[in-house]
């Protein structure tokens, strides 16, 4: 694994982001950004921090969540709701560039960091609200986590198997709505470019999320039927899914008819099936899916996994092998294009993937995991401010 190469001339050498988050989505957009040069600095509770510091305790001692989407930040502790906190804020927000925040709902405006309030105070200010469900419409005050996000996106509806919705494994609505977040700041930037000024806008993890969710929609609103749940099979093509061999499981993915024909041929050895009006185009593969996974893994009973992936390889099939995270980490293109780095974190270094975004010559910022109000005293220092941010 390379350790972290000394960086200079980052795309957001300069730029400083104000963070008062928590949890996954905002910080998410703000560790892209750290990532990038900018200087994020992570505004926390006195004594407890970010509640993300505390979902477990695996990583080094620390928390899984909190040690991916942390990387290159500074935290200062502050009592945003007390008049020295409130002090340190106005001080900081003078110098910023942009405002990341992921408050309660209604928090924002209690504590004057409104879009309309702020633009006033801070012309130039980019300024980055995330929230479940928007500022308005009936939803607007309920709070919102992310697997909760995927059941009202309709995410859950689409994904398990015929007997039981299932969750996604990871938290995508927070991320899709982190990934927004981050690509809306670098829009504004350059906005600001070009305008000298400042804008405000707003994610929504359901609007976020509902994004991702529209072939689905598009599906089942204008197909009349709904999307069918099919566990680790594709819903709406066929063959496209998990299929035994001897050695484990084969992940197969058929795009055309062209595909299915050099399956049937090279890889099944039953050039009939072209043929044969059960599963002459996708849509008649799909009604009749059950039976052609009898027929492909009877076909495939005697390869074994290893040699099939190579054969469907070579016949320009594409497949692929399920992998736990740990095999992910261990993964062999991952090593072979060097994308580990080794990242400081309280509890001692780990190990972290680059941002897939490569730039020839150029490397991400990946700077240490803080210490809950490692900067606290610097950053006051340098605000010229007391050491007492909760009075």
């Known amino acids: 694994m390379t350790p972290a190469p000394q960086v200079s001339e980052l795309p957001l050498d300069g730029i400083t982001i104000v963070a008062l988050e928590q949890a996954v989505a905002a910080p998410f957009a703000t560790r892209q950004l750290a990532d990038l ?28 969540y909190f040690v991916w989407l942390n990387r290159g930040k500074e935290s200062l502790e502050l009592d945003v709701k007390s008049a ?60 919102a986590y992310d697997l909760l996000v995927q059941c009202e996106a309709g995410l859950l509806s689409v994904t398990g198997t015929p007997d039981e919705p299932v969750k996604a494994g990871i938290s995508v609505a927070d991320i899709a709505a982190g990934m927004y977040a981050y690509t809306g700041v670098l829009t504004a930037l350059y906005e600001r470019e070009r305008t000298g000024r400042g804008t405000s806008f707003e994610v929504a993890m359901l609007d976020a999320l509902g994004e991702w969710m529209t072939q689905p929609v598009y599906y089942s609103v204008y197909g009349g039927q709904p999307i069918r749940r099919s566990g680790a099979r594709h819903a709406s093509i066929a063959p496209y899914g998990p299929y035994a061999a001897p050695g484990g499981q084969v992940f197969l993915g058929l795009q055309n008819d062209r595909e299915w024909a050099v399956l049937c041929e090279r890889i099944l050895h039953r050039p009939e099936l072209i043929a044969d009006a059960r599963f002459g185009t996708n849509p008649d593969r799909l009604a009749h899916d059950d039976e052609l996974t009898v027929i492909i893994e ?5 390869v074994p996994a290893d040699r099939l992936t190579e054969l469907l390889d070579e016949a320009g ?75």
């Open 37 to 64: 040069g900018a200087r994020v600095i992570k505004i926390e509770r006195p004594g407890a921090g970010d509640f993300a510091r505390g979902y477990d305790r695996t990583t080094r001692g620390q928390a899984s």
């Open 84 to 143: 020295a906190g409130q002090a340190v804020l106005a001080a900081l927000l003078a110098r910023a560039d942009v405002l990341v925040q992921n408050l309660a709902p209604g928090a924002a405006d209690r504590l004057g960091l409104a879009a309309d309030q702020l633009r006033g105070r801070y012309p130039r200010l980019i300024s980055c609200s995330v929230s479940g469900y928007g500022p308005d419409g009936p939803y607007r005050g309920k709070k």
């Open 298 to 302: 009877d076909a495939l009973k005697d």
């Open 317 to 391: 099939i594409a497949s692929a092998r399920l992998r736990t995270p740990q095999e992910f980490a261990d993964h062999p293109q991952l090593a072979a294009r060097d994308r580990w780095r080794e990242v400081d974190t309280p509890g001692g270094p780990v190990r972290a993937l680059l941002p897939p975004v490569t730039v020839p010559g150029r490397e991400a910022a990946m700077k240490p995991v803080p210490a809950l109000g490692q900067h606290t005293a610097a950053i006051l220092a340098e605000l010229g401010l007391g050491s007492s941010t909760d009075g």
